[in-house]
């Protein structure tokens, strides 16, 4: 059986609508107990909402609901940071309509509900630091080439010392082999000189 979840678009975009409604307790950022438990009081309506509705055919609990929401943002954080590092490479200011016309679909009923980072041109050192991360990446991968040509470069000299090596050793065995004969040629010889 497949212990995985499969959350149609539908009900993606019914979870995002069921957020935005209750959006102000959920995504409330403080941490103390009372705060705590209005989250999950409010996770646990917003549960028994998404289960009631007519397009919904898999009951889910506040937990699971909780745990892709928390995913959805997620992937939402990382397309908006894309996007804005894009923008920051080519120099370029986003249009939120552009913006918008690109967003994934599941979220984009819930905007509102989620704190984005920086939507638009990044501010001054966002960009420093936009391009700072891009030449450490690109840095690192330079240095993995060198290292990788260098870890190539010593395979192919340990293979040319072998070979080296075994044509030496190969060299003194014909040495040995026709002194050996020269040997038996002489003994042959001397041999022949005694029987006559």
Known sequence: ???????????????????????????NKRIDGATVADKNKSWELLASSYNSQPNVYVLRTAKQLKKIWVNLKQRYQFFLLDESIESAMLDESL??????????????????????????????????????????????????????????????EEELGKISKERELVKVKMELEIKTAKHEEKLAALKFTKEW
């Open 1 to 27: 059986m497949n212990n995985k979840l499969v959350y149609r678009e539908q009900e993606k975009i019914l979870l995002a609508e069921l957020v935005k409604e209750h959006g102000r307790t959920i995504e």
């Open 95 to 156: 249009d939120s309509n552009l913006l918008d016309g690109r967003l994934p679909s599941i979220t984009e009923a819930a905007v509102p509900s989620i704190s984005p980072p920086t939507v638009g041109r990044l501010p001054h050192d966002d960009k420093k630091s936009a391009e700072s991360v891009l030449n450490k990446k690109f840095t690192q991968s330079i240095r993995q080439e060198k290292e990788l040509f260098l870890r190539k470069k010593r395979v192919a």
